[in-house]
């Protein structure tokens, strides 16, 4: 069911609401900069940004937006309670 220990991965092994709740207080902190300093955005905006960072950034994906999108994507359905 989870890819836990997977490099680069951070899956918790129990996915329930608190563990859920932690995961996104985690990344609260990156929205609340990204949202101080841009007006008028949604969450959607930062993650379509961070897709254009790795574009720029070398990584174990091979700065592939659609590999990081899936990747994202399993981790957070993994996550769920």
């Known amino acids: 069911m989870?890819?836990?220990g997977t490099p680069g991965d951070d899956i918790t092994e129990d996915p329930t609401a608190a563990s859920a709740a932690r995961l996104a207080e985690d990344a609260r902190p990156a929205w609340d900069l990204y949202a101080a300093a841009h007006?008028?955005?949604c969450i959607s905006d930062?993650?379509?940004d961070l897709l254009h960072l790795a574009d720029?950034?070398?990584n174990e994906?091979?700065?592939d937006a659609?590999?990081?999108?899936?990747?994202a994507r399993h981790n957070y359905d993994d996550e769920r309670p």
């Open 61 to 63: 994906t091979g700065r």
């Open 2 to 4: 989870t890819t836990a």
């Open 46 to 48: 930062l993650i379509s």
């Open 56 to 58: 720029h950034l070398p």
């Open 39 to 41: 007006s008028g955005v």
């Open 66 to 71: 659609e590999a990081i999108l899936a990747r």
